[in-house]
């Protein structure tokens, strides 16, 4: 609804600044863009690739798990190359899902965590997930009443969309609660490395013994400004990672091999990138919430991911995120996600993505602070 009213303004000649989808704006970096080109040009990489990923990519996702997290992976049972994490995502759902199965999903959520799951036929058990509330009491709770015993249990920090964050003790107590309960546990670290001040992002599998109860899903997205490529991997548990192989091997024959080539050279390569579109992105997020506090509007300062969560100010809070939305890009020109597209609990919210560079983001603060100021109605100024 909110794309919808954003096209008709933009329609209307109205220049809409829109931090609606968590879509980069930026290229890929220029050294990955060449090896794709290089690689195109060789007819050998032509021909149908492998669905589980080539060699060298398996080798070079594993090889950044070492580096990065100091976990040990065996290229050739517990990793697997994926068409962007989504694909995969949703086809180890319909792999590994039974009827009447219950899977415990956080909420609000990146919506394919629930759907995947929904597509596949597994019945989804959401567990609120807030700075303010105890998620392992949320979740002791809500599995207590439920039958038969979830089997999946996903995990997404960063989180999309409320990026939150967690320490390795966090993830120490999903392994043990999984364990207990013998679950199953998918972690989505789509924004691991866009991390901001001193934080930096904790793997499940660094938690000793994780492995025998997880994956862990990761995207080249975000990290390297690659989302039209359509990379990501999964990492960890070994029949997890079998099943996902064997669905995918029906399925497809994996991605162009000038992509997968390219993609070994992201990972691979210079890291220097990284630490440019990081630092890009901190820089629109302190823009942002500076300017919004100024304009009286205090939001949380995301530590990690490219969304800043806003709880929407106290006077528009009771007409939901959905008309509080549309009314951002009817009165100021401003598109963001409502809150409630990632779930009921996420209702309170709206989603602000940083994808608008800081000149933009300052005139959409401009616009706010007019709407703010005008009680929601700028037409009556
Ligand atoms: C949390 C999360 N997981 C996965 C994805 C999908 O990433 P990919 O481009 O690898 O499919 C996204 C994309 O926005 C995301 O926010």
Redesign the pocket.
Known sequence: MVNELKYAARQRGEDVIDFGM?NPDQSTPQHIIDKLCEAAKDGRNHRYSLSRGINGLRRAVCAFYQRRFDVDLDPSSEAIVTI????G?SHLALAITEPGMNVVVPSPT?P?HEYSFIIAGADILRVPIHRDRDFFEDLQNAVADCWPTPKVLLV?FPS?PTAQVVDLEFYQKVVEFAREHKMWVIS?I??SEICFDDYKAPSILQVPGAKDLAVE?Y???KTYNM?GW???FAVGNQTLIHALTRIKSYLDYGMFQPIQIAATVALNGPQDCVDDIVAMYKSRRDVLCDGLAAAGWSIERPKASMFAWAEIPEEFKKMGSLEFSKLLIKEAQVAVSPGVGFGRYGDDHVRIALIENEHRTRQAIRSIKRFLHAGGDTQAD
């Open positions: 968590g962007g994490s989504k694909e995502l990146y394919i997404n999309n989505d789509a924004y899903f995207s080249l997205s989302p359509r990379v990501g």
